[in-house]
């Protein structure tokens, strides 16, 4: 059963021929694999964690080290893997918080080039040691590393380390192995990091002055993110209401009314002279149809991040027709670092821009919905000391050769707060053959588990004074609207493959495809995925099988979770 969910969950993609599990080498020193498990009810539909350390047993002997940056849990203890792992945890679809970044490089530097090993202890001195990546899916998480080394240590062009990450780990027609674009933007921030700024970063913290959206649909929730727990957690510092919210210029779609002394250009949104949060009839806190404004968001009391990394998130919502449901038809954010976008230029201040398509979609993917503006610019500063007004920071430079290297604290290796692997509502409910009858429903359901998604929702009471668009009932429905199954698209995961040192692609049989496979071949989505971990999780659960509970048909009863979704 176990190697039937694992075939179902990766399709029929290439498996390495020794070790027939997802993972292929960058170079020869960087492997990249997907997050193995050691524990049911993952080790059902992931790699096995044992299948992974024989193989690299055979293959590396003990050269080679796990480097982890799974904030969900890795699937196993250290032990199981000698020990030899380093934790540097980020959340899954984000760019690593910066100030970790010369720490994940200096251990890697430390553990491929064997900084640790002393004159004539090894016989292999000049022969480096490999360095085994992995996050969830190895590929966001894992490629942005993999890149970023390649970048800073081996010296190779950005370009060239995203193009072979790429050739490496994606199939052709499957888009780059980096796709997320904030991860891009870090892989960037890292290029000028090493080879611009001599691998010198200064963490402050940075202020959300005011935020300038052009095109704001109505109905959209507007908050502003940052890391805390050392990178392993993202925190909604504030969220957006009517208040906080000047209309310059607003528009039905047919005709556009600038609102009296309200400056507006290409560049800026000001302020008007008499204008105030209640200048605009259509403000955060009431609901308005089709309405689209030019507007400036400033918070009512100072907005500080503990760090320069930070996220501006978006989600719009319709109204559902139904007393405490809401119609989410739209999600994007987008991630910047405050000391790449000026302050590395000596300036206490700054302004980011992004247009609405580059901004990153739902799970990393293109996909956000609905549009919910059009672009816009982020007003920050550096919060300041009391009392002599001096910027707040500390530098973090690359630990040298030989330098104890601070790592992360890793998260709970057992995942227990993954939704991935809770059961759907009505599983095991006590009558013979539920648990069957509910497996194909588990499947669809579990898209839903996976952070925000497009749909139905309840509405929550922190959300009580941000609007929603008018209600979706007896209209058409969005186009990315519909069940959890038909929701499940090619996710960031989609379309990665398996090779050899060399780069030789292995097909699923274990010879090498120098066609590279087809698309079709490897269609597997993240619901999918969730839902056979739904799946994997109730035949754990299931006990064997006893004489007398056979020949009265008795089925174990199981604790229930209840999804919050709807």
């Not at 400056?263 to 800026?268: A, I, M």
């Not at 689209?292 to 501006?312: G, H, R």
Request: charged share 25%; glycine share 10%; hydrophobic share 30%.
């Amino acid at each position: 059963m176990a190697s039937l969910l694992r075939q179902i969950v990766a399709g029929p993609r290439a498996r390495h021929p020794e070790a027939g599990l997802d993972l292929c080498y960058v170079t020869d020193y960087i492997v990249v694999t997907s997050g193995p498990s050691s524990v049911w009810p993952r080790k059902a539909y992931r790699n096995p964690l044992d299948q992974l350390v024989g193989f690299l047993d055979r293959k590396h002997g003990e050269d080679w080290a796990i480097f982890e940056f799974r904030a969900e849990g890795t699937g196993y203890p250290d032990s199981e893997v000698y020990n030899r792992i380093h934790h540097f945890p980020w959340p899954d679809h984000h760019p690593p918080p910066f100030a970790i970044i010369p720490n994940v490089m200096a251990a890697m530097r430390n553990w491929i080039q064997r900084v640790d090993e002393e004159a004539g202890q090894s016989k292999n001195k000049d022969k480096k040691r490999v360095a085994v990546i992995h996050c969830k899916a190895g590929k966001g998480r894992s490629g942005t590393v993999a890149c970023s080394y390649l970048i800073s240590e081996e010296g190779w062009k950005k370009e060239d380390a995203l193009q072979r990450f790429t050739m490496r780990r994606m199939r052709p027609g499957f888009g780059l192995g980096v796709s997320i674009p904030s991860q891009l933007r870090w892989v960037g921030y890292v290029d000028r990091w090493a080879n611009g700024l001599g691998k010198r970063y200064v963490e402050r913290p940075a202020e959300i002055v005011e935020i300038h959206v052009w095109g704001l649909r109505d109905g959209v929730k507007v908050s502003v993110e940052g890391y805390i727990d050392g990178g392993r957690r993202i925190h909604t510092f504030h969220t957006f209401n009517g208040q906080e919210k000047t209309v310059v210029e607003e528009s039905n779609g047919q005709q556009t009314r600038p609102l009296p002394n309200g400056k507006r250009d290409s560049e800026t949104l000001s302020t008007p002279e008499n204008g105030s949060p209640l200048s605009s009839s259509l403000s955060l806190s009431r609901a308005s149809s089709g309405s689209i404004q030019n507007a400036i968001l400033k918070p009512s009391s100072p907005l500080i991040l503990p760090t320069s990394d930070i996220n501006v998130d978006f989600e719009r919502r319709n109204k559902a027709g139904y007393t405490g449901l809401t119609m989410v038809t739209a999600i994007a954010h987008v991630w910047f670092n405050a000391y790449f976008e000026g302050g590395h230029e000596g300036h206490r201040s700054g302004v980011f821009e992004i247009e609405w398509e580059a901004m990153d979609g739902i799970k990393g993917s293109s996909r956000k919905g609905t549009r919910a503006l059009d672009r816009l610019k982020v007003v920050w500063k550096y919060a300041e000391q009391e009392g002599d007004g001096a910027a707040m920071g500390r530098v973090i430079t690359e630990p040298e050769k030989g330098e104890p290297v601070p790592e992360g604290q890793p998260a709970n290796w057992r995942g227990e707060d993954d939704e991935e692997v809770q059961p759907v509502e009505g599983v095991d409910s006590g009558r013979k053959g539920a648990a069957a009858l509910t497996m194909s429903a588990m499947v669809n359901q579990g898209a839903s588990t996976l952070g925000k998604e497009l749909g139905i929702r309840k509405s929550r009471a922190d959300s009580a004074n941000i609007s929603r668009a008018s209600s979706v009932k007896g209209g058409s429905t969005p186009p990315d609207m519909g069940t959890a199954a038909q929701q499940v698209e090619e996710s960031e995961d989609q379309g990665v493959k398996q090779c050899g040192p060399e780069g030789e692609e292995l097909s699923y049989d274990g010879s090498p495809d120098p066609e590279g496979g087809s698309r079709q071949d490897t269609k597997t989505g993240h619901g999918m995925e969730a839902g056979m971990a739904k799946v994997a999780h109730v035949i754990s659960k299931m006990r064997p099988s006893e004489d007398k509970a056979a020949k009265k048909g008795e089925v174990t009863d199981h604790q229930v979770d209840k999804d919050d979704s709807v």
